[in-house]
């Protein structure tokens, strides 16, 4: 088990422009989420996958933002003309559904999002 | 509305003194309920969860949290704290079992 993992760490990019994250789950967890934090605050929920399938998605995931499963297992989350409150910790964490009603997230260290 | 509350943004401790942090959810069921961890510029180590069963759960690195349903309540508490559980902690609940909803933190110093 090598937890999940995020790339990049951190990303520095100018106003307007496109960024990529990526995340890569545990192995066996077939459900992925995408929350974002802010300074000082708790993290916010973006979306979620289970397998391939996008189940729910944020008020606050508005239409720059798209995320991806393609085959179940890593994921993607682009951000398209970056603008500078998008500026955050973008948090992934997987899981897998157990029968005691709810599953457990692991988190990976976060990509950090620096827009200038 | 579904929320959670940590009235302690922040809270100063010596090393070897005992510590309880504060969650309050509002919620019409009883939720899942969670405390992590996060050390500065990182991710968030789970500590602890609550489902079902004793309400007195015990987590990772001496950590534990006991649900109170009539208060509306899940406190962290750990009898002696290490310089090295400085961070900050955030406790977090789901009803329907995927998303979580965090507190807004509180930030844990400890006094060498």
């Known amino acids: 088990d090598t937890g999940v993992s995020q790339n990049p760490r951190h990303k520095i990019t100018k106003r307007g422009q496109n960024v990529t994250f990526r995340c890569d789950p545990i192995?066996?967890?077939?459900?992925l989420y995408w929350y974002r934090q802010t300074l000082g605050q708790g993290p916010e929920f973006l979306t979620y996958?289970?397998?391939?399938?996008?189940?729910?998605k944020s008020r606050l995931l508005s239409d720059r933002f798209s995320a991806e499963r393609p085959k179940g297992s890593f994921s993607t989350l682009e951000i398209q003309r970056t603008e500078q409150g998008d500026s955050a910790m973008y948090l992934c964490?997987?899981?897998?559904?157990?029968?005691?009603?709810?599953?457990?997230?692991?988190f990976g260290p976060g990509t950090r999002l620096t827009v200038l | 509305a579904q929320s959670v509350t940590q009235p302690d943004i922040h809270i100063t401790v010596s090393e070897g003194a005992s510590l309880e942090l504060r969650c309050n959810y509002s919620?019409?069921?009883?939720?899942?309920l969670f405390w992590y961890v996060q050390s500065p510029g990182q991710g968030l180590q789970l500590l602890l969860k609550?489902?079902?069963?004793?309400?007195l759960v015990q987590g990772i690195k001496g950590f534990e949290a006991e649900f109170k349903r009539s208060q509306s309540s899940f406190n962290l508490r750990k009898p002696s704290v290490h310089w090295s559980d400085a961070a900050e902690y955030f406790c977090?609940?789901?009803?329907?079992?995927?998303?979580?909803?965090f507190g807004t933190g509180t930030q844990l110093k400890v006094e060498l």
């Open positions: 964490a997987s899981s897998s559904l157990t029968s005691g009603g709810a599953d457990t997230q692991y």
């Open positions: 192995s066996e967890h077939n459900r």
């Open positions: 996958f289970q397998n391939e399938a996008q189940l729910e």
């Open positions: 919620y019409g069921a009883t939720p899942y």
């Open positions: 609550y489902f079902s069963g004793d309400t």
């Open positions: 977090a609940f789901t009803g329907g079992g995927n998303k979580l909803t």
